[in-house]
């Protein structure tokens, strides 16, 4: 075979040099980039953990004129590399209903995200930031609220004088209440 | 000299680089309105420089990237001059950029053949944008991640992919750590070295179609060595100058005090240049007419359309009166953009709550400052874990929550929101002063609300006691009433009265008799020794920390109000609080509250 002949000349050659070259090429960026790739999924297969129950308070502390008290729930956390036997991982508000019966709302706004403050002058929460207010039970009070749902109850269970609940976290801005996982 | 350029020159073709760059042509002559690009290089720069050696200084961890920000701005050299630019010029850019993008809409710049250059202009665009969100969130202070968690709460409602990608970008289900990893990765490396990538091939571009020159054209063609250098670099000087002033005006950039999720926090409001769609979110229409998809609509359709709209102009500017849409559009989102900012500015004036928030995170700002001073530095549970041991920071935080449905403190809830809502329980600022004191034995004071608020107390045996018989006792011997009041007092032993003690007490002890001979105190109060029949409050160190404490914890006691107590309830036997939170709160009231009273600084031989 003539050396300085255009492998051009043979298409089946020609092919396979272009196929090798292209197979050799998606190898060598294809490997470190699905390695990278791989690793900045890594928070999708972890769960978010929570929904475990927790005991908040004591039944007493919680007034029986159905008055809301805020209660910052204290559990085991990790966060990536550390690990907190006890850490605040969020904010309820607790409500007596009847006298053995308490009800929990979570202090995260179901529109974006932001701490909804209870107002004792007012007698209902209110979410600083696009103004969305909510009776003290929790439902939206005013029309223009832009909350497209009342405040997320959490499951509770009063257990002779303690009250424990399940904690989790809800996506945002959606008409349903959907845990986050 | 010349031959040393020459071999450069042989080997790289840098002189013909230069000359193209420096001789470009432009028709009509060199113009201020070209200058913004070249303004917005050099933001970038700058950028590039301030960022880096804040990278140095900067730690991104939960547990640290407050406190290396705080080390940056308090402690180096420079630091807080260093981060001020950083922070303004991320400012300017934001301005540059939208007089750069009128410029080039204006002049007609973006149409053929220059579309692709214009698209990239777009990109950079919205790079700088997330540069601008994703720096806001490093320092990690209060209103950084009040913002943040906003904008990443919005990234979930993106249909389908939405939860997923902001479980990406938040780097799991809650803020920690990662989010900061993330985010200062893509702060400091992917978003900058994108924006390389596109300033490169923008320029490129540029330079192969040239300058779109406006009509008519004033002057003969220039090269653009060196009047438009010249403009350019006025331009930059005094885009310098004005974030230099800003920087040195403000002391750098604000850091609030580090995020603490467990606490509301009412001022969280994103960089103004974003003001305005966090106000978008607020108006009526939304939820009027996309009811539950309002925010959908709000916070992703319409700026998306927005974004295609302006992606799309080339295209649209090619049809009839298609430029006067471009322009009219432009003109129409900028106006609105104003509009917005200025309606969520000038809302947030006019809400109190909004405003004791902002000075609420001013104080914790400075008062953490102090912590830190004082502790010598910041302790390795991190700046959160300080603060939260501080009375005067916590203390007030309490009272609103827990105290202030009744009580008030100098007629606010301790946090400066003032209740439309009559007290119903004293008021205890100052409480334990000989002020305070004076006041409740003021016949015409003791009924104004201060006292007894709404209590039974207020038409009891007290009130009657102080309104009827104590005048004429005062009237009788004024200054046996000045020394009671004095032994009292001395009970509390407030830091502020320990001043000058020694030279009162043979005023003190005088008083401690006329407690129970002149007034009578004695009849209802135990003072200073046990006393079975005692129907009121023991006066035995009243007003003095255990006694306080001691109160708040079970007001039931037989020592205060026993049966008779008027709905205050046990905080420390009910569980409401913690006997450390009790303390916090009567540390703060009784202004107890100087860092060596409480904090051990590590390491630290005196
Ligand atoms: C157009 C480019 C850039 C913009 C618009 C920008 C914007 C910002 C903003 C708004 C902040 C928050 C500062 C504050 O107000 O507290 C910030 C912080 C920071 N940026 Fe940038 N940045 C840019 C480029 C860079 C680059 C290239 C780097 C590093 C190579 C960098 C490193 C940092 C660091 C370390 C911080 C945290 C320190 C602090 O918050 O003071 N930035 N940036
Ligand atoms: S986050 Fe509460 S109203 Fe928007």
Redesign the pocket.
Known sequence: MDATQDSGAQPRRRFLAEAAAGAVGACCVGVPLASGLVAWLDPLSKASGSGDWIQVASLSSVPTDGTPVRVTVVTGKSDAWTRDAAVPVGVVYLRRTAPAQVVALHSVCPHAGCFVDYQTDRRAFFCPCHDSTFAVDGSINDPRSPSPRPMDTLTVEVRGEAVWLRFQNFRSGIPAKVALT | MKKLIDWIDQRTGMQGLLHEVLFERIPGGARWRYVWGSTLSF??LV??LT??V??MA?SPSANSAWES?YY?QHEMTGGWFL?GL??FV?QA?HVLLVLHLLQVIIDGAYKAPREVNYWFGVVLLML?LG??LT??L??WDQK?FGATKVATSLIGIVPLVGPSLQKLVVGGSDYGHHTLTRF?AL??GVL?GL?IAAIAAHVALFRKHGITAKQPYRKPEANFWPDQVLMDGVACLAVLASVVYLTVRHHG?E?HAPADPTQPFNAARP?WYFLFLFEFLKLDFLTQWFGHQGELVGAIVIPGVVMGILAGMPFIGGWRLGHRFNLGFLGVVLVGAVLLTVKSLRSDAANPGFQAAVIQAQTDADRMVTLIQANGGIPRDGAVALLNQDPATVGPRLFAQHCASCHRYGGHDGLGVVSAEAPSAPDLRGFGSAVWLRGLLNPEQITNGFYYGGTKFRTGKMARYVQEKLPALKAKDPAAMASMIEAVVAEADLPANRAGLAARTPQIEAGRVHVSTTFGCTDCHAFRKADEDATAPTLTGWGSRAWMVRLISDPTHADFYGKRNDRMPSYLKDGRLSEREIGLIVDWIREDTAPGAWLKPVGVSK
Do not use: K, N, S
């Open positions: 933001c970038f950028q590039i960022g880096v804040l990278w900067y920000v940056i981060r950083h922070h991320a850019m700088t540069l601008g720096g806001y490093l320092p950084g200062f702060h400091a900058p924006m950039a850091l960089e």
